[in-house]
């Protein structure tokens, strides 16, 4: 599997205007950690891509974020599993969704159901049966006009394309959604924008005649994926006669399946007339995995005022042979050459604005739609932030450059509970790797943290002959130290007590240094890991006053956040950069300042005597970008020793084991005397 990091949310306003607050972050967080969720190209349930599980909740000064991990299947073994993954994942839904008001419906529904229903979760518990909404609602149907459609005005619409009679629920035509599937959302922003229409205009839309849902169960559903709604203006002589295809673009293929849109001007007793189709590239997963449903508009100006006074949609449905044939030919050539399925249509003087509104979100997902029409282009609060993690060249080399009042970041993420034993523990995630090794290694900080526990009558657990790496510039990550057992919260409260110490007498110092480190508490039903990276000055900022106690359940998590998120809104207001989280998060949920190491075989490394230090010697082009960087000294290279023996300066034992702290103590030096440099790594904080 190829594994991405990503943002899922956050609690900025978003292209909607909808802010999702940190409590519904968390909540997120809570209902999917452990299980998941599929993910679908275009939220078109028939086009599994790969799976996603929340990770955690990412703060900052002014600004919450839901981190999350996606899956991406690479194999065909990999794609297999994740089909499987699916179903299983549906079938849970259904079960915890619709399963508690089986029993309800079937009471409503009496004897209208049959042998043949089947269960579905759409936004509410629903059951599918064949004409079964017609039985339910006979009213309703027998106001169909020839075309099947029925007025919007005789209807009690409770969402858009969702209608309520005596506590039960049906729906505009399934020929509305994406892949004309059930499985998927109904076109909800056209179904908005049509139901504004004025009466005069005699609205008629198409009903499933096979889906009844509980009106009690009924749910808002977001798709976050921004329709942008493009501005229109209200002339028509703009848009050029005869026939015109919009190719669709690799990416827009990709994502919506489509091929292209053609858009057709034709005059007919007098009358000017206009057709749009489109033509997709992939099946309609709802009807069949040979059938191709393309959305069609038809449109007739009035004679005297050459503006619009009718419009109607449809899909044109092709078997496969059809559809190959369609693909030979223009939209003229094509002729009526399918079934076809009218969905709505109204009828009167309508606005040419009004008129290539709804056009445009009757084609969601088709961009070339708007384009044809001759959509203004998106304005600022439309477009994409497109956030480039190079922008400043030194982020290529350091991408994790915090400075003081950058504020703290901070991440709490849950994964599942090991099985070691009760206490205190150093966990091992980094390693240096090679072309044929591997060298797991904790940073040689970890021991200023034994030795503050140490004192404290504390103990902490290092896995025997755990390599440890001193890297020499002002950068610290210190590994996990897990929590375990009934006191592991406690436990864990005296590790970050320790920390925040060390932080107090680094921060004296005045040093330009960044520390990380991540706390790991054994909770009953979960780990939950509480990752912290900042510079010193603010790391002390946060510290004042006795850091907070940690969480001693996953309950008490969200209090804890709103907490913490309320103390770096107030240390650190303002506006802060965004692109920390990509240069920091682990998919082990961990914040890490990780380094950038110079490929071996490019450099070679000597001790100059005479400067008393390493000397790194390499061959870069002139146009390479770390060369402006390391002629303005902006950009240095550091080395990292391995650690096998070092000794005291003070008490002259060995450095690992003695009870002195460099950091803390006076006098107190550490004399490397086995620590070879094993790589070279790019900085800005060279020590």
């Known amino acids: 599997m190829h594994t991405r990091l990503g943002v899922f949310n956050s609690d900025r306003p978003n292209r909607y205007g909808i802010v999702f607050p940190l409590r519904a972050l968390a909540d997120a967080l809570e209902q999917r950690w452990v299980t998941g969720t599929p993910n679908y190209v275009g939220h078109d349930r028939h086009r599994l891509v790969g799976w996603s599980h929340p990770l955690g909740i990412y703060l900052q000064g002014g600004l919450a974020r839901l981190t999350g991990v996606c899956l991406l299947p690479e194999m065909p073994d990999e794609q297999a599993a994740l089909a499987t ?25 009496g004897g209208h159901l049959t042998a043949d229903h089947r269960w579905i979760e759409a936004g509410c518990a629903a059951v599918v049966d064949l004409g079964l909404a017609t039985r339910v609602f006979p009213d309703v149907f027998s106001l169909r006009d020839k075309d099947g459609l029925v007025p919007l005005s005789r209807l009690n619409q409770v969402a858009p394309g969702v209608f309520e009679a005596g506590g039960l629920l049906f729906f505009a035509h399934s020929y ?27 609205p008629r839309i198409a009903i499933d005649e096979d889906m009844v849902g509980l009106a009690s169960t009924l749910t808002g559903t977001i798709e976050l994926e921004y329709w942008w709604g493009p501005k229109f203006d209200n002339d028509l002589a703009k848009i050029p006669k005869g026939i015109t295809r919009h190719q669709a673009t690799d990416s827009e293929r990709t994502f919506h399946g489509i091929s292209w849109t053609e858009f057709w001007w034709y005059e007919i007793n007098g009358r000017r007339t206009f057709e749009a189709e489109e033509v997709v590239d992939l099946p309609s997963g709802g009807i069949g995995r040979t059938t191709f449903g393309c959305r069609f508009v038809h449109s007739i100006l009035d004679g005297d005022s050459e503006l619009p ?16 044939a369609r693909l030979d030919r223009t939209i003229y050539e094509a002729g009526r050459n399918a079934e076809y399925h009218k969905l709505w249509r109204i009828d009167g003087d309508v606005a040419v604005e009004a008129w290539k509104e709804l056009i445009c979100h009757y084609f969601r997902d088709n961009h070339l739609v708007g384009e044809y029409l001759g959509a203004a282009p998106p304005g600022e ?19 994790y450059n915090l400075r ?19 206490g205190r523990s150093v966990r091992v995630f980094d390693a240096l790797r090679g072309d044929d090794h591997e060298l797991p290694f904790v940073d040689a900080g970890v021991t200023e943290i034994w030795k503050l526990l140490t004192r404290r009558g504390e103990p902490l657990a290092i896995p025997p002959e755990t390599n440890r790496i001193a890297f020499e510039d002002m950068v610290v990550n210190l590994p996990i130290i897990a929590h375990t057992g009934p006191d592991a919260a406690a436990l864990a409260d005296t590790t970050l007590a320790v920390i925040a110490e060390l932080c107090e007498h680094l921060a004296a110092r005045a040093q330009d240094r960044l520390l990380s480190f991540t706390i790991g508490v054994e909770f009953p039903d979960r780990e939950m890991r509480l990752s912290c990276a900042g510079h010193l000055a603010d790391l002390q900022a946060w510290f004042r ?3 907070p106690p940690l969480p001693r359940n996953a309950a008490d998590s969200l209090p804890w956040l709103e907490r913490a998120y309320a103390k770096l809104n107030e240390l650190f207001p303002g506006e802060h950069p ?10 082990s949920g961990m914040l890490v300042f990780v380094r950038r190491f110079l490929i071996p075989g490019t450099y070679t490394v ?18 390479s970008p770390e060369v402006p960087l390391l002629q303005s000294g902006e950009l240095q290279v550091a080395s990292a020793h391995l650690v096998r023996r070092s000794r005291c300066t003070k008490c002259n034992q060995s450095y690992l084991e003695c009870p002195c702290c460099n950091f803390v103590d006076a006098g107190v030096g550490q004399d490397m005397e086995e620590a070879p440099c094993i790589a070279a790594f790019w900085t800005n904080r060279k020590a």
């Open 85 to 109: 993954n699916a179903e299983r994942f549906i079938k849970a839904i259904i079960g915890e969704h619709v399963g508690p008001h089986m029993e309800e419906l079937r009471e409503r529904l």
């Open 176 to 202: 509305l959604r994406r892949s004309l599937s059930r499985h998927n959302t109904l076109n909800g922003v056209f179904i908005a924008r049509f139901s504004e229409l004025p009466t005069e205009l005699n």
């Open 309 to 324: 006074n009718h419009l109607d949609g449809a899909v044109r449905v092709y078997d496969e042979d059809k559809m190959l």
């Open 381 to 399: 609060e439309e477009q994409a932030t497109v956030i480039d993690p190079a922008a400043n060249p030194l982020d290529l080399f350091v991408p």
């Open 404 to 422: 003081p009042s950058d504020g703290v970041q901070l991440h709490m993420s849950f994964h599942e509970k090991g099985d070691e034993a009760p």
């Open 545 to 547: 006053g006795g850091p």
């Open 578 to 587: 965004t692109r920390l989280l990509h240069g920091l998060l682990q998919t």
């Open 606 to 623: 000597a001790f100059d005597e005479s400067r008393q230090a390493l000397m790194f010697h390499m061959s870069v082009s002139k146009d």
